[in-house]
């Protein structure tokens, strides 16, 4: 069972409200309270679909989080801008380990619904599919080995997140989930540090012929890789005025290599 699929299943009607899990959250539409009350609404649900599947969540003490597995943290804001449509939702969502990666991995991610209900269940969706499942997965050494490939007598096993596309995309030039891995790879091997794990946060899109995107390894912009992704997008044809891809990938150290 995939993460959306625990959302729909919280749901028993088409507008059926999930707020009882959130009991704060009566007056969400007073203005004062909508950024507080969301964002721990939007905990409230992101810890149910955590535990559902299985991870041990606890409620950070401090300020606006969750621990899972007493080993990742994962701190978020809802971002409000009066210039953003009514159905969009904005969250700033921070990903941290202790260890590997203690400064946070940081996405801007959004989400689009009627409802804050809806709002949350497709923003949450968007990070628990793309970004969290290489993060959590890049803590343990499962591999494909197909995707592995060795720099320097040390082996990096690729933990690749899914796809998401945005926009109208033909069946034909719907890319593969690797696609992009393969495009940066002989580039990427001379850029991993020596820690155990390093990750790269790939979007780009295409606008009437406007290219935009980011390519952050390790947070930091890496104008290379944004150059192979806006070579490999100027020559995608496009059914509509819009399309977009955006991809997470952990790369993780090969336990036996050290």
Known sequence: M??????????????????ETNPTNENISTPQQQVPNNNVFLLEILKDALETNGYKVEKH???????????IEIATAIIENPNYHPSLIHLMILTIHPKYFPEGIEENIVGM???????????????????????????TDSHNPELDFEVNNITWHPKLGNMALQGDWSDITIPENEVFFHLLEDKIIQKLTNNKLNW???YISKSNDKIEGECLLNNECWKEGLQILTNY???????SDFIGIKQFIMFRKCDASE
């Open 113 to 139: 619904g009627n409802t804050i209900e809806e709002k949350v269940q497709s923003v949450l969706h968007n990070y628990l599919t793309t970004t969290f499942e290489p993060i959590i997965d890049s803590l």
């Open 200 to 202: 790269l946060k790939i």
């Open 61 to 71: 003490t401090q300020y606006q989080a969750i621990i899972i597995n007493s080993e």
């Open 233 to 239: 997008i100027q020559n995608v044809e496009t059914l």
């Open 2 to 19: 995939g993460f959306f699929d625990l959302f729909k299943k919280k749901k028993t009607t088409e507008n059926t409200s999930v707020q």
